[in-house]
Nanobody, 114 residues
Framework: QVQLMESGGGLVQTGGSLRLSCAAS???????MNWYRQGPGKQRELVAT???????NYADSVKGRFTISRDNAKNTVYLQMNSLKPEDTAVYLC?????????WGQGTQVTVSS
């Protein structure tokens, strides 16, 4: 089973930036890497996706503010978050899917103060 470890969360003021990282323990032929988030009292939401070819997709709520990228040599995916809003407050979780199935990280807390 591939292990995923997120980092980079924290407390930031409205309008600030954070960069989240998700490191995979090994390359297992990852096809998709995703960032999800779950805010207090909310359902889990898909925030951004990057596929093996490099194409990306974003939730409407973060388009133009968040950027997902990956470093294949490091088996790491990043989420650059700019112009953060209080409604971005959530636990952010990394998810990676390959031929053998999908793995989840434990999550990292992002809190945006108003």
């Amino acid at each position: 089973q591939v292990q995923l470890m997120e980092s980079g969360g924290g407390l930031v003021q409205t309008g600030g930036s954070l960069r989240l990282s998700c490191a995979a323990s090994r390359n297992f032929g990852i096809n998709f890497m995703n960032w999800y988030r779950q805010g207090p009292g909310k359902q889990r939401e898909l925030v951004a996706t990057i596929i093996s070819g490099g194409s990306t997709n974003y939730a409407d709520s973060v388009k133009g503010r968040f950027t997902i990228s990956r470093d294949n040599a490091k088996n790491t995916v990043y989420l650059q978050m700019n112009s953060l809003k209080p409604e971005d407050t959530a636990v952010y979780l990394c998810n990676a899917c390959g031929p053998g199935g999908c793995s989840w990280g434990q999550g990292t807390q992002v809190t945006v103060s108003s």
